[in-house]
């Protein structure tokens, strides 16, 4: 969403420099008037992205862990939604665009103190400013519903449900609120230094990935993992989902042109080229690596495409969405592949291969395919060494942060992960006392009724709830 790199260079075509220069107005122009058509187009966006979380992210992780702990996935991203999105009205939007340092922003808009009806200028980088700031609010706060809940991922099936309603609250105030006005926000360091993120390569999937990687090592492997099967329990929703996701980033990267404009049709284009890319590298990789391509790889692949462009999808080229696309496929493949056993470590989902080490290849790719470079920049190779200092602060940042809320979260609750009984039963059932998938044939059972109905009469009509694998 930084607007400013309007230097036009690159290897890769004038094509996407033509659609950035043809937009209604420069970076200069300051709009004061409403426009109803972006106004439009930025609220369709926003409800976009809030179905990247809802339903898209909530199915494709739901069918990627077993059948036992599919609701607490659901509940996660339910109330990553809740609980974000009252956060960020309070404090989370005041923190990442209030007035501020080069570090975080101040309270002056908490509350939303001060944004009216008429308000149209928010401390934003660069224009376009001609919708309503509460758009704007609305269409950040889907941003920020759904970073947090990527990092669930990587400790489904074992994180304690209290654990997780802390946690999503605090990494949204100490890790996404700075990095997110770090990049964005016109008195940000990094969004001064000309760094490119178009729409969150770093702020989304970087600081996700490399935090949920964390989570993933402090929280501990799964019982059994490496030694029993843990297949995904229902692969067609594990595709819907992933198919949602990708209908849903066009709000995600188009939006992010907070116009209805050449520059949103741009980012269009290369949302789902890259995806398009991705899916065929993916396919021929593991074609060619394990005999057959497969279902899981495709949907792994598209999101990994998805999340590649993100930063990428305002400055590059179609040619260059098919090199970003192209290459994402073999990083993330790798990561997943290899990197992954090699190292042992249980991220149960792939975010750190898919978000966190795809998103870093986004943002750098972002310098070298770039046909649109940062203000006073005056070369891709150049840019690239902007975006490798940024990638490596995010890096740390995320990493540092999110190891100490989740040593002091360790303090509070004694455990952040559910007992061996819990984990064994299932989340749906030790956090949620219900089912997804009752024997009964129809609802679920509350866990509490287990005790009342063992000193109760006998009930031959309700049937006591069983465990899946």
Request: proline share 4%.
């Amino acid at each position: 969403m930084n607007y400013s790199h309007r230097r036009q260079t690159g290897i890769f075509g004038l094509t996407g420099a033509a659609l950035f220069w043809a937009r209604p107005a420069l970076a200069e122009e300051a709009a004061t008037a409403i426009n109803t058509g972006d106004t439009a187009w930025v609220l369709t966006a926003s409800a976009l992205v809030l179905m990247m979380t809802l339903p898209g992210l909530a199915l494709f992780y739901g069918g990627l862990v077993r059948a036992k702990n599919i609701l607490n996935v659901l509940m996660q991203c339910f109330l990553s939604a809740g609980i974000v999105g009252v956060l960020w009205v309070l404090v989370g939007y005041s923190l990442a665009f209030g007035t501020g340092g080069a570090f975080i922003g101040d309270l002056s808009k908490v509350g939303l103190a001060g944004v009216t009806l008429d308000s149209v200028s928010a401390n934003f980088a660069t224009p376009p400013r001609n919708i309503p700031e509460y758009v704007f609010v609305m269409f950040q706060a889907m941003f920020a519903i759904i970073t947090p809940a990527l990092i669930l991922g990587a400790i489904a099936e074992r994180m304690k449900f209290s654990v997780w309603v802390a946690f999503i609250s605090l990494w949204l105030l100490v890790v996404y609120c700075p990095i997110a006005h770090m990049v964005w926000a016109s008195e940000g360091w990094i969004f001064k230094a000309s760094a490119i993120d178009f729409a969150g390569g770093l702020v989304v999937h970087m600081s996700s990935g490399m935090s949920a990687i964390v989570a993933a090592l402090i929280l501990g492997k799964r019982q059994g993992f490496g030694k029993d099967p843990m297949p995904p329990h229902n692969l067609p929703l594990c595709l819907i989902g992933a198919g949602l996701l990708w209908a849903g980033w066009f709000g995600f990267n188009s939006g992010s042109a907070l116009s209805a404009s050449p520059l949103a049709a741009l980012a269009f284009l290369n949302t789902s080229t890259a995806a398009s890319m991705a899916v065929v590298a993916w396919a021929l990789i593991e074609w060619v690596h394990r005999g057959k391509p497969t279902a899981l790889g495709g949907a792994t692949a598209a999101v990994a495409g998805l999340v590649a462009i993100t930063p990428a999808c305002g400055n590059v080229s179609p040619l260059g969405a098919i090199a970003i696309g192209a290459g994402v496929a073999v990083v993330s493949y790798a990561a997943c592949t290899f990197l992954k056993p090699a190292l042992g470590y249980d991220d149960s989902l792939d975010v750190f291969g898919v978000h966190g080490l795809g998103g870093m290849w986004g943002a750098l790719a972002s310098g070298l395919f770039a046909v649109t470079l940062g203000s006073g920049v005056e070369s891709n190779a150049q840019q690239f060494m902007i975006q490798l200092k940024s990638v490596a602060f995010v890096t740390v940042f995320s990493i540092v942060a999110t190891t100490i809320l989740l040593m002091l979260l360790k303090a509070v609750f004694g455990s952040l992960r559910v007992t061996e009984e819990e984990e064994y039963d299932g989340l749906d059932i030790s956090q949620h006392s219900e089912n997804a998938y009752s024997l009964g044939g129809g609802g679920s059972i509350a866990e509490p009724m287990r005790a009342s109905i063992a000193s109760s009469a006998p009930m031959p009509l309700l049937a006591k709830p069983g465990h899946t694998a």
